[in-house]
């Protein structure tokens, strides 16, 4: 039971809420583009937008929550790692921090793309009418995403 005690909660937490903030944001994502969006095809055109905005306005709050709690747990599990890349060899940290910009900056290209598709704004209306390539588009840079946090977590840092 002491070892339970002596875990640190706070680095726990923050990486639960990660990783279900992605799975959240990835598993819509992966369900928008083959379930819903070709259901929703073969439907006539005014019930089709009146089920588009239904969805829209739920899944809207899922993903801006998603994207708060991927930046806010992100940054914490970021400057936790940083401490011990202190004290890692050069090499790995210097990998760790090319992999974790590429991370980055892809994620941003995904929030953009997920706040334009479940957005009302005209200005990002051409995404939300090809929403079939940019949700395929988001969730490949997806993917990427995951597999370049799993070689993040693969590199030894001692």
């Known amino acids: 039971m002491a070892e339970l005690a002596q875990l640190d909660w706070v680095a726990i937490a923050s990486r639960w809420l990660h990783i279900?903030?992605?799975?959240?944001?990835?598993?819509?994502?992966?369900?928008?583009?083959f379930a819903l969006l070709p259901s929703v095809g073969a439907l006539p055109d005014d019930e089709r937008k009146k089920l588009h905005e239904g969805v829209r306005s739920r899944w809207v709050k899922f993903v801006m929550a998603a994207i708060l709690f991927l930046l806010a747990s992100g940054i914490y599990n970021l400057?936790?790692?940083e401490k011990q890349l202190k004290t890692a060899a050069e090499g790995a940290?210097?990998?760790?921090?090319?992999?974790?910009?590429?991370?980055?900056?892809?994620?941003?290209v995904i929030f953009f793309l997920a706040?334009?598709?479940?957005g009302r704004s005209?200005?990002?209306?051409n995404i939300r009418q090809n929403?079939?390539?940019?949700?395929?588009?988001?969730?490949?840079?997806a993917i990427i995403v995951v597999c370049v946090s799993g070689m993040l977590r693969a590199i030894p840092i001692s």
């Open 122 to 125: 005209p200005a990002f209306a």
């Open 79 to 81: 400057v936790m790692k």
């Open 115 to 118: 706040s334009a598709l479940t």
């Open 93 to 108: 940290s210097s990998l760790y921090h090319k992999l974790f910009v590429i991370k980055f900056l892809l994620a941003f």
């Open 20 to 33: 279900l903030a992605a799975i959240t944001a990835v598993g819509g994502t992966i369900f928008m583009r």
């Open 131 to 141: 929403a079939r390539f940019w949700l395929t588009l988001n969730l490949v840079l």
